[in-house]
């Protein structure tokens, strides 16, 4: 990788070589407000609001690659380059995860996709429960400022946003952000958008999401031509999908999928001969987070194992 290479990725943080939930402060290096925007597309707004307010830092969070990739070059060459950092993940994992209690002051979501089919109202952002996990980040007296083009999805987010320990405020706006998905609309012929102004009033207290520890186990025997694994599918879901032997090192690997909540990993399990025994346990060089989930699926692979040799 070149140095200009790896320059455009300084911004991104690395979600498994960090402590979590992130102490921001440190990651800056600087004790300032922390303001979030959710889902910066190509990173128009990011660079402008770090520009007009160098005095602030600044995450932001996007799932797709492709706009996160352009936004690291459009803002390459910011002088407050150092004070905007990138999370390349799904926003609710984010807020579960990296952000602690009453840590936020300001958090901005401009045009987010309002899932307009009735089948896939289920995946909008801002139900009743992501504005109470927003409440819970939100310092005392913190700010979401959420903007759509889309009526229907404005009325829906009013509904949910009752008893989340907001005040709300709404207003109709003219352009005013020059985003990509603004000027999209405004091409169509959109002339007026829908803002929501919500402000922490009470606090709500939605723990983050912790790592947990993860078992090893050990079994007397392993025989990966008797081996089965059945699909697990309760709370969390966990799902076989493949396992390479190496008779020669005498070790398998188990490819699983591990669905919970709003999280989908895929993960491996690693099945090794040591001396009189196996050893059952993650295995190494994989990134992920260890969850409930990953902690089930090596769980599940160790009975697997055990039934195996009955």
């Not at 402000?199 to 207290?205: A, L, P, S, T, Y």
């Not at 969390?236 to 690997?253: G, S, T, W, Y």
Request: hydrophobic fraction near 40%; include cysteine; charge should be negative.
């Amino acid at each position: 990788m070149s140095v200009e290479e790896k320059h455009l990725l300084d911004p991104l943080v690395s979600l498994f070589d960090i402590s979590r939930p992130v102490d921001w402060k440190e990651v800056f290096n600087r004790d300032v407000p922390l303001d979030v925007e959710i889902g910066f597309g190509i990173g128009e707004f990011l660079a402008r609001r770090t520009t007009d307010f160098p005095e602030r830092n600044i995450v932001g969070i996007e799932q797709i690659w492709e706009r996160t990739y352009k936004a690291l070059k459009k803002i390459k060459d910011l002088s407050p380059y150092r004070f905007i950092k990138i999370l390349h993940i799904d926003a609710w994992v984010a807020f579960e995860r990296l952000f602690d209690l009453k840590t936020i002051d300001k958090i901005f979501c401009l045009y987010p996709c309002p899932w307009p089919k009735k089948g896939h109202i289920k995946h909008r952002l801002f139900s009743h429960d992501f504005l109470k996990l927003l409440n819970s980040r939100l310092k005392n007296g913190g700010e979401i400022t959420l903007v759509t083009d889309f009526y229907p999805f404005f009325e829906w987010v009013l509904n949910e946003s009752l008893e989340t320990g907001f005040t709300v405020k709404t207003k109709k706006i003219s352009p005013q952000y020059d985003t990509k998905f603004e000027r999209k609309w405004i091409g169509g012929g959109q002339e007026q958008f829908f803002e929501i102004y919500f402000k922490k009033v009470e606090h709500q207290n939605v723990n983050s999401k912790r790592d947990e520890d993860l078992r090893v186990y050990k079994i007397k025997n392993f025989d990966s031509k008797t081996f089965q694994f059945s699909d697990y599918k309760e709370d969390i879901a966990v799902i076989f999908k493949d396992m390479l032997f190496d008779d020669e090192q005498e070790r398998a690997m188990i490819h699983l999928i591990v669905s919970e909540e709003h999280l989908v990993q895929h993960f491996w399990v690693s099945v090794k001969k040591e001396k009189d025994h196996w050893i059952i346990a993650k295995a190494e060089g994989q990134n992920f987070f260890p969850t409930t989930g990953v902690a089930k699926a090596i769980e599940l692979v160790f009975e697997s194992a055990q039934h195996s040799c009955e």
